[in-house]
T-cell receptor, first 113, second 114 residues
């Protein structure tokens, strides 16, 4: 069964450093998303991406965040200068044009120290 | 703006007992509705979804959910819980147009007593 793959599974970084979280969506999917879940809290939408551009973003997704689809398979989330409050589980998701069901990856746990 | 309420933060049931997890949503029209399950340290797995049609939907692992428009609810049920069902359950809603971003509830942590 096709699945969304995220790497790394866990990343520890120092405050102020840049991090890139990577995702390989399901191959025929066209809509891509990033969500985050701060420990003990609910899953929150960050950004959606379609046709090589951001289609929607939340207020959380400020100038420190960016997304990119550098090639035909990867979808990345970059945090330019990490803060302690960026520590969370980050989930990538994708869906295809015809199906509104989103498939989630296993997540990347980001710890900012 | 759409929102989802899961009024039960924690629920404990005995193995073999029935289960109902509550979910209420707020949205101007009929949304797409979902239940996801998250085991400790794991990602989000889709249990079931409602787009349209039959208001009683069947999912994986023996779960079902019923959409009740009059109550703006989409409660998750299982007739007989197994110990492996212990996990956190999230109800989510998506707009029927646009980018279909998901809005999640705060989750219900299910504990199963043997």
């Amino acid at each position: 069964e096709p699945e969304v793959t995220q790497t790394p599974s866990h990343q520890v970084t120092q405050m102020g450093q840049e991090v890139i979280l990577r995702c390989v969506p399901i191959s025929n999917h066209l809509y891509f998303y990033w969500y985050r879940q701060i420990l003990g809290q609910k899953v929150e939408f960050l950004v959606s991406f379609y046709n090589n551009e951001i289609s929607e973003k939340s207020e959380i997704f400020d100038d420190q965040f960016s997304v990119e689809r550098p090639d035909g398979s990867n979808f990345t989330l970059k945090i330019r200068s990490t803060k302690l409050e960026d520590s969370a589980m980050y989930f990538c998701a994708s869906r295809d044009r015809l199906n509104t069901e989103a498939f989630f990856g296993q997540g990347t746990r980001l710890t900012v120290v | 703006a759409q929102s989802v309420t899961q009024p039960d933060i924690h629920i404990t049931v005995s193995e073999g007992a029935s289960l109902e997890l509550r979910c209420n949503y707020s949205y101007g029209a009929t949304p797409y509705l979902f239940w996801y399950v998250q085991s400790p340290g794991q990602g989000l797995q889709l249990l079931l979804k409602y787009f349209s049609g039959d208001t009683l939907v069947q999912g994986i692992k023996g779960f079902e959910a019923e959409f009740k428009r009059s109550q703006s609810s989409f409660n998750l049920r299982k007739p007989s819980v197994h110990w492996s069902d212990a996990a956190e359950y999230f109800c989510a809603v998506a707009r029927t147009g646009g980018g279909n971003k998901l809005t999640f509830g705060t989750g219900t942590q299910l504990k199963v007593e043997l």
